[in-house]
C-alpha cells in the first residue's frame, strides 16, 4: 500500500513521510511548486497542479492509478478541507488519512489542556496545596517535555511542579542531567516561581557514569550513549527552552562544588556568566547511582540546602540497585524532626527540611 502527501512542500509532509518510512511504507510526495525542496525525502515524486486549477483531479486521478496509491494525507488545511467532501465519489478508493490540520492541532491543545487540569490536581497534593501554576503553563510544561529524552516519570515532574512554588529563595541545583529533561522542569517552574538560578553539574563522561553496583547489563548501557552527542543534545534542549538565570558545569560533583562555593559565578560559552545564591533551595541528586556516588553527592551538596528546602533523590525506587534507597534513608534518619515532610513520586524520595 503506497500513501501520498500533497503538499509535500510543507515540511510537515516530509516528517509525516520519514515516519511512515521508518514503518516500511511506501510514500509519495506531490506538490504544486516547480520546484519542491521536500522531493528528496519521498520514495517517488510528482507534480500536481494547484487545487483550485480545473484539471486537478483528473490529474489526481492518473498520479492514484500510475502509483497505485491507497491513502492521501495532507497537512494542509485548506486542501483537506476542499478534499473531505469530494474524495468520496471522486476516487472512492482513496482514503484521506487523519481528521485534518485544524482538528488535529485544536485536538492536541485540547488533550494538553485536559492533561494540565489533571496534573494540576495532581501537583497541588503533592505539593500540600493548591498549586500557583496556571493550567496553561502546566499544559504547555507537560508537552514540551516529552520533546526531550529521559527517564523522568510524569508523577515525578508532577511533585516537582507541586514543591518548588513552595521553596525558599535560592539556588535549584541539579546533578546529573543527562538530556536535561528534568533540568527543564526544574528550570521552568523555578523561573516562573522566582525561586532562584537553576545550576545543572554532569562530566558528560562514559567512565563517571557507569554504576558499578548495578548489574552488568546496567553498567554495560553507558557505553551505548555517545557523551559529546549527549552534552551536545543537553545543550539543545536547554537552549531552546531555558527561562531566567541558568547554567550548567561540564565536570564532576566535587569539581563542581568547589567552585559553587568558592566563586559564587559560573560561566559558560553558552549561557556567559550567571551569578548564583551560594545556597541551596531545591537539590536534585540524579548522579551516579552507586552508593558510594551518591553519599559523596550529598555530603558535599546537602548542607548547602537552606530551611525550608527540598531534597530530591532520584531513584529512590531503583530496580537495578539500591544506592539511592540508603543514602536518603540515612539523611532522613539524620535530619530527624528538620524533616517537614517525606514522600515518593516517581521513583524518587522528596524531602522538605522544617523552615
Given at each position: 500500500?503506497?500513501?501520498l502527501?500533497?503538499?509535500?512542500a510543507?515540511?510537515?509532509?516530509a516528517?509525516?513521510?520519514?515516519?511512515?518510512g521508518?514503518w516500511?511504507r511506501?510514500?509519495?510526495?506531490?506538490?504544486?511548486?516547480e520546484?519542491d525542496?521536500?522531493?528528496?525525502?519521498?520514495?517517488?515524486?510528482?507534480r500536481?497542479p494547484?487545487i483550485?486549477?480545473p484539471d486537478f483531479?483528473?490529474a489526481l486521478e492518473?498520479?492514484v492509478?500510475?502509483e497505485?496509491?491507497?491513502e492521501?494525507f495532507?497537512?494542509h488545511?485548506?486542501?483537506?478541507h476542499?478534499?473531505?467532501?469530494?474524495?468520496?465519489d471522486?476516487l472512492p478508493?482513496l482514503?484521506?488519512?487523519g481528521?485534518?490540520p485544524?482538528?488535529?492541532?485544536m485536538?492536541?491543545v485540547?488533550?494538553?489542556?485536559?492533561?494540565?487540569?489533571?496534573?494540576?490536581a495532581?501537583?497541588s497534593d503533592?505539593?500540600g496545596?493548591?498549586?500557583?501554576?496556571?493550567?496553561e503553563?502546566?499544559?504547555g510544561?507537560l508537552?514540551?517535555?516529552?520533546?526531550i529524552?529521559?527517564e523522568c516519570?510524569r508523577?515525578k515532574?508532577?511533585?516537582?511542579c507541586?514543591?518548588?512554588?513552595?521553596?525558599?529563595k535560592g539556588?535549584i541545583?541539579?546533578i546529573?542531567?543527562?538530556f536535561g529533561k528534568?533540568?527543564?522542569v526544574?528550570?521552568?517552574?523555578g523561573?516562573?516561581?522566582d525561586?532562584?538560578?537553576?545550576l545543572?553539574?554532569?562530566?558528560?563522561?562514559?567512565g563517571?557514569?557507569?554504576?558499578t553496583?548495578?548489574?552488568?547489563h546496567i553498567?554495560?548501557a553507558s557505553?551505548?550513549w555517545d557523551w559529546?552527542?549527549?552534552y551536545?543534545?543537553?545543550l539543545?534542549?536547554?537552549?531552546g527552552?531555558?527561562t531566567?538565570?541558568?547554567?550548567y558545569?561540564r565536570?564532576?560533583?566535587e569539581?563542581?562544588?568547589g567552585?559553587y562555593v568558592?566563586?559564587?559565578k559560573?560561566?559558560?560559552r553558552?549561557?556567559?556568566?550567571?551569578?548564583?545564591?551560594?545556597v541551596?533551595a531545591?537539590?536534585?541528586?540524579?548522579?551516579n547511582?552507586d552508593?558510594s556516588?551518591v553519599?559523596?553527592?550529598?555530603?558535599?551538596?546537602?548542607?548547602?540546602?537552606?530551611?525550608?528546602g527540598?531534597?530530591i533523590f532520584?531513584d529512590?525506587?531503583?530496580?537495578?540497585g539500591?544506592?539511592?534507597?540508603k543514602?536518603?534513608d540515612?539523611a532522613?534518619?539524620?535530619y530527624?524532626s528538620r524533616?517537614k515532610?517525606?514522600?515518593?513520586?516517581?521513583g524518587?524520595?522528596f524531602?522538605n527540611l522544617?523552615p
Open positions: 500500500m503506497t500513501i502527501v500533497f503538499p509535500s510543507l515540511e510537515a509532509g516528517k509525516f513521510a520519514r515516519e511512515a521508518q516500511g511506501r510514500v509519495v510526495g506531490a506538490s504544486s511548486l520546484v525542496p521536500n522531493a528528496a525525502a519521498f520514495d517517488a515524486w510528482a500536481l494547484f483550485g486549477a483531479f483528473e492518473a498520479l492509478e500510475r497505485q496509491i491507497t492521501l495532507t497537512p488545511a485548506p486542501t483537506f476542499l478534499l473531505e467532501p469530494l474524495l468520496p471522486r478508493g482514503k484521506l488519512l481528521p485534518g485544524f482538528r488535529r492541532q485536538d492536541r485540547t488533550k494538553a489542556l485536559d492533561e494540565g487540569r489533571a496534573g494540576l495532581k501537583a503533592y505539593g496545596s493548591p498549586s500557583p501554576l496556571p493550567v503553563f502546566l499544559a510544561l508537552a514540551q517535555v516529552e520533546t529524552h529521559g516519570a508523577d515532574i508532577l511533585a516537582i507541586g514543591v518548588v512554588p513552595s521553596a525558599p539556588d541545583v541539579e546529573g542531567a543527562l528534568s533540568s527543564y526544574l528550570n521552568r517552574v523561573t516562573w516561581c525561586v532562584g538560578a537553576t545543572c553539574v554532569d562530566p558528560w563522561n562514559l563517571l557514569s557507569v554504576q553496583d548495578a548489574p552488568t553498567q554495560e557505553s551505548g559529546d552527542v549527549v551536545a543534545g543537553f539543545v534542549s536547554m537552549l527552552c531555558a531566567g538565570d541558568f547554567n558545569l565536570m564532576t560533583s569539581d563542581a562544588h567552585q568558592r566563586d559564587r559560573v560561566t559558560s553558552e549561557f556567559g556568566a550567571t551569578t548564583m545564591a551560594g541551596i531545591v537539590l536534585h541528586l540524579d548522579g547511582h552508593e556516588a553519599a559523596q553527592d550529598f555530603a558535599l551538596w546537602g548542607p548547602l540546602v537552606v530551611p525550608g527540598w531534597i532520584d529512590y525506587n531503583w530496580p537495578h539500591d544506592g539511592p534507597r543514602v536518603a540515612r532522613i534518619a539524620a530527624g524533616v515532610r517525606s514522600f515518593v513520586a516517581g524518587a524520595m524531602v522544617t
